[in-house]
């Protein structure tokens, strides 16, 4: 079921004064109530254009002028990541598509910069935008993967060598076998009762939240709760040739005259 928020003009100035304008998802596995699972608003009022600014989390237009009486417009948002890939920390055997929306392990190492951000032991990859506040939230596509890592990493933890040993990666995994979620010390198994096509990541900064669920069923798969203290990144680790996948928002902006 697709979610609505309204935000109604009482004065005239920057949005068209008795106007209302919604902003509804059009994939009904997200919703856009805000600090439930958020979607980075901002990102999409920058591709409608100057036209749109966001109030409470709400895509409101400006300047509509006069609509038809009884009726009301709809802008059409092409889809968009919620999130994407940051190819300067991809380990060399990884392959990141195009958009850097999707990575799977190659067939062999890439020759690239080992700069400092870039991982050199296992085969992981982090997002490109970090997050220090408020609420996110992104779908993954695991698929048939059979080893993967879906989760976030600290800002400021090694990338060189074993970085599980050290803490700061908060994560759900698969081995093709058994599923687990890994804090810093702390191991957790996990019992899920059929195999996991797509996993929802929804990072609550302010409130100490990570939570792991199945957007298929709304299942809860699991939540760590952590003080976090600096800016957090998508984390993704795989060594197998099956892609990980953050699956598109798409969404629209209708915005009616009020009567």
Same mark, same amino acid.
């Given at each position: 079921?697709?979610?609505?928020?309204?935000?109604?003009?009482?004065?005239? /100035? $920057?949005?068209?004064?008795? &106007?209302?304008?919604?902003?509804? %998802? #059009? @994939? *009904?596995?997200?919703?856009?109530?805000?600090?439930?699972?958020?979607?980075?608003?901002?990102?999409?009022?920058?591709?409608?254009?100057?036209?749109?600014?966001?109030?409470?989390?709400?895509?409101?237009?400006?300047?509509?002028?006069?609509?038809?009486?009884?009726? /009301? $417009?709809?802008?059409?948002? &092409?889809?968009?990541?919620?999130? %994407? #890939? @940051? *190819?300067?920390?991809?380990?060399?055997?990884?392959?990141?598509?195009?958009?850097?929306?999707?990575?799977?392990?190659?067939?062999?190492?890439?020759?690239?910069?080992?700069?400092?951000?870039?991982?050199?032991?296992?085969?992981?990859?982090?997002?490109?935008?970090?997050?220090?506040?408020?609420?996110?939230?992104?779908?993954?596509?695991?698929?048939?993967?059979?080893?993967?890592?879906?989760?976030?990493?600290?800002?400021?933890?090694?990338?060189?060598?074993?970085?599980?040993?050290?803490?700061?990666?908060?994560?759900?995994?698969?081995?093709?076998?058994?599923?687990?979620?890994?804090?810093?010390?702390?191991?957790?198994?996990?019992?899920?009762?059929?195999?996991?096509?797509?996993?929802?990541?929804?990072?609550?900064?302010?409130?100490?939240?990570?939570?792991?669920?199945?957007?298929?069923?709304?299942?809860?798969?699991?939540?760590?709760?952590?003080?976090?203290?600096?800016?957090?990144?998508?984390?993704?680790?795989?060594?197998?040739?099956?892609?990980?996948?953050?699956?598109?928002?798409?969404?629209?902006?209708?915005?009616?005259?009020?009567?």
């Amino acid at each position: 079921m697709n979610s609505e928020s309204d935000c109604h003009t009482k004065e005239p /100035g $920057s949005l068209a004064f008795g &106007s209302v304008c919604r902003f509804s %998802t #059009l @994939d *009904p596995g997200f919703e856009t109530r805000w600090g439930h699972c958020s979607l980075p608003l901002l990102h999409m009022v920058s591709e409608v254009g100057a036209g749109c600014e966001v109030i409470g989390g709400v895509v409101c237009m400006k300047n509509m002028g006069t609509l038809p009486e009884g009726k /009301g $417009s709809v802008m059409e948002l &092409s889809q968009y990541a919620p999130v %994407t #890939l @940051d *190819p300067n920390t991809a380990h060399p055997r990884l392959i990141l598509s195009e958009d850097l929306t999707s990575v799977r392990r190659g067939d062999k190492e890439q020759q690239l910069p080992d700069n400092p951000e870039r991982f050199d032991h296992f085969a992981s990859v982090l997002g490109s935008e970090g997050f220090n506040s408020g609420t996110h939230c992104w779908d993954v596509e695991v698929g048939e993967n059979t080893w993967w890592h879906v989760g976030v990493m600290t800002e400021s933890h090694q990338r060189k060598g074993d970085i599980f040993s050290m803490g700061g990666v908060w994560c759900m995994w698969y081995n093709g076998a058994v599923y687990g979620a890994d804090a810093p010390h702390d191991f957790t198994p996990l019992k899920v009762q059929q195999k996991l096509q797509r996993i929802r990541v929804q990072l609550d900064w302010d409130r100490g939240e990570l939570s792991f669920s199945n957007p298929d069923n709304n299942t809860h798969l699991h939540t760590f709760t952590h003080t976090f203290t600096e800016r957090v990144f998508l984390y993704f680790y795989t060594p197998r040739n099956v892609p990980l996948v953050i699956l598109p928002v798409k969404a629209s902006v209708r915005a009616e005259q009020l009567s």
